[in-house]
């Protein structure tokens, strides 16, 4: 069983246009995070889910905005692509805010052209 | 502003020959310091996570040690399975939403 599973894989579009990312979760966890990992492979967090709470990374624009359907669940929809948008973005999860150990999915690739 | 910076980038060895992998962080009040490993394609797998200074942890042939300053990743004896790239992340003590910051990671090749 995958725990922290993502679709899809790979992500082509254009610019300009609005995509959306899945994310779920089977581990029974209370947070969620979205993470990009840009092409000289640096991981930053994007933005943390706990219990309808939601912590945003400031550095994020406001274009991308994380929804949460239910506790299993973090989908990431982005507006109005732009090329630097291009990048690795994991999804993760944790047992609450408390635990430190975080669980990731494999990545969803999206290319901007 | 917390930062976390590897060394060396890329690390190629030979089957056998142990070494270290660094991590040197600047936290505002350390929570918690993590090491992942990650594989091509992959996503980031949980290795250990450090607490305090002079606490250590060991896996299989992976040893992290932790100071105020610095975290080491002691590979003895590596095996052609344990090439990866290895990250390293903090968690300041004054975080909201348990973000973590990683550092830009280390490339190990191990050649038989």
């Known amino acids: 069983d995958t725990a922290v599973s993502q679709t899809p894989k790979y992500l082509v579009t254009q610019m300009g246009n609005d995509k959306s990312i899945k994310c779920e979760q089977n581990l029974g966890h209370d947070t969620m995070y979205w993470y990009k990992q840009d092409s000289k492979k640096f991981l930053k967090i994007m933005f943390s889910?706990?219990?309808?709470?939601?912590?945003i990374n400031e550095t994020v624009p406001n274009r991308f905005s994380p929804k949460s359907p239910d506790k299993a669940h973090l989908n990431l929809h982005i507006n109005s692509l732009e090329l630097g948008d291009s990048a690795v973005y994991f999804c993760?999860?944790?047992?609450?805010?408390?635990?430190?150990?975080?669980?990731f999915g494999p990545g969803t690739r999206l290319t901007v052209t | 502003e917390d930062q976390v910076t590897q060394s060396p980038e890329a690390l190629r060895l030979q089957e056998g020959e142990s070494s270290s992998l660094n991590c040197s962080y600047t936290v505002s009040g350390l929570r918690g310091l993590f090491w992942y490993r990650q594989d091509p394609g992959k996503g980031p797998e949980f290795l250990f996570t450090l607490y305090s200074a002079g606490e250590e942890k060991e896996k299989e042939r992976l040893k992290a040690t932790l100071t105020k300053k610095e975290s080491f990743l002691h590979i003895t004896a590596p095996k052609p399975e344990d090439s990866a790239t290895y990250l390293c992340?903090?968690?300041?003590?004054?975080?909201?939403?348990?973000?973590?910051?990683f550092g830009g990671g280390t490339r190990l090749m191990v050649k038989p």
């Open positions: 889910y706990n219990n309808k709470e939601l912590i």
């Open positions: 992340a903090v968690q300041a003590s004054i975080n909201a939403g348990n973000m973590l910051t």
């Open positions: 993760a999860s944790s047992q609450d805010l408390i635990t430190y150990e975080q669980y």
